[in-house]
């Protein structure tokens, strides 16, 4: 079966303060997804990670993957308010031809001033 | 930078009828796709279409559903007979190769 796992789900942290937030999948895969969502909105990519090692930063957020452990990380560094919203990775498994996405449940993060 | 629209940002219909979602990629993508996120979900994957036709679709896309691409620019999920289980924030996107572009959506409620 074709599993997405993020955790935390819920994720309320100080300004200022670092976090990590997990994602894991369950067979191999071609890419990794990174996405925001305000609520109500849509949403707005962040990373695509390609490759075992791969690493992209922008900003307060870093995201890693590595394949072999079937793991993905996305590090807040430094939180500030507007960094709040749901983040959800999404995965394209081998099997799967056409970009169809395995979203992991998301993890809503809350930064308090 | 282009964006992907989507028409109508909210519809309620009533259970039994059909709705037309449309959406308008951007313009030099190739790939389109529909995702649907019933409320404080996750996103379900529906269907992904290029060259004209389906090329892959999930157990949610069943005989009720279909996808269009009517003109050169236009990209529709129909609904033929809604029910209730159908409300969701139903999302298009497209792609021209790696990073898919979501539209803002638009929030379906059957009644």
């Known amino acids: 079966e074709l599993k997405v796992e993020q955790n935390p789900l819920f994720l309320s942290m100080q300004e200022g303060k670092n976090y990590t937030i997990y994602c894991n999948y369950s067979?191999?895969?071609?890419?990794l997804y990174w996405y925001r969502q305000d609520p109500g909105k849509s949403l707005e990519s962040l990373f695509v990670l390609l490759s075992n090692g791969a690493v992209k930063q922008e900003g307060r957020l870093m995201a890693s993957l590595d394949t072999k452990a079937r793991l993905s990380t996305l590090h807040i560094t430094a939180a500030v308010h507007d960094l709040s919203a749901t983040y959800f990775c999404?995965?394209?498994?081998?099997?799967?031809?056409?970009?169809?996405?395995?979203f992991g449940g998301g993890t809503r993060l809350m930064v308090k001033p | 930078e282009p964006e992907v629209t989507q028409t109508p940002s909210h519809q309620v219909t009533q259970m039994g009828q059909e709705v037309i979602l449309r959406c308008v990629p951007i313009s030099n993508h190739l790939y389109f796709y529909w995702y649907r996120q019933i409320l404080g979900q996750k996103v379900e994957f529906l269907v992904s279409f290029y060259n004209n036709e389906i090329s892959e679709k999930s157990e949610i896309f069943d005989d009720q559903f279909s996808v269009e691409r009517p003109d050169g620019s236009n990209f529709t999920l129909k609904i033929r007979s809604t029910k209730l289980e159908d409300s969701a924030m139903y999302f298009c996107?497209?792609?021209?190769?790696?990073?898919?572009?979501f539209g803002p959506g638009t929030r379906l409620t059957v009644t």
């Open positions: 996107a497209s792609s021209a190769w790696l990073a898919l572009h």
């Open positions: 067979t191999t895969s071609d890419r």
């Open positions: 999404a995965v394209l498994f081998e099997d799967n031809a056409g970009n169809m996405l395995t």
